[in-house]
Nanobody
Framework: QVQLVESGGGLVRPGGSLRLSCKASGFAFGSYWIDWLRQAPGKDREFLASIGPNSDFSHNAVSMKGRFTISRDNAKNTVYLQMNMLKPEDTAVYHC???????????WGRGTQVTVSS
């Protein structure tokens, strides 16, 4: 069974940090690009970061540079999103998604809620 399962979300104060995890199973994880995206209520889905199959390429949305870092551990079939200096506007459901190269997303996770509030 193919699964992408996000975890690590929660409630954090402004300025705090969280590390999200995206655990994959049931498909050839090491062949896929993995992206992190988020969606806040009433807003469009927003791309955050992407990482290539062998971590040889990663890309952050310009607005996230300096705060969010994507990484992966293929031995654990897991991709991470380290989020620092969190702001209330980072509140959203965070999803990971898998794709082969530039193709549309093949697999999606259900998401993990991140709430940034004092």
């Amino acid at each position: 069974q193919v699964q992408l399962v996000e975890s690590g979300g929660g409630l954090v104060r402004p300025g705090g940090s969280l590390r999200l995890s995206c655990k994959a199973s049931g498909f050839a994880f090491g062949s896929y690009w993995i992206d992190w995206l988020r969606q806040a209520p009433g807003k469009d889905r927003e791309f955050l970061a992407s990482i290539g199959p062998n971590s040889d390429f990663s890309h952050n949305a310009v607005s996230m540079k300096g705060r969010f870092t994507i990484s992966r551990d293929n031995a654990k079939n897991t991709v991470y999103l380290q989020m620092n200096m969190l702001k209330p506007e980072d509140t959203a459901v965070y999803h990971c998604a898998a794709r082969l190269g530039v193709s549309p997303y093949t697999y999606w996770g259900r998401g993990t809620q991140v709430t940034v509030s004092s």
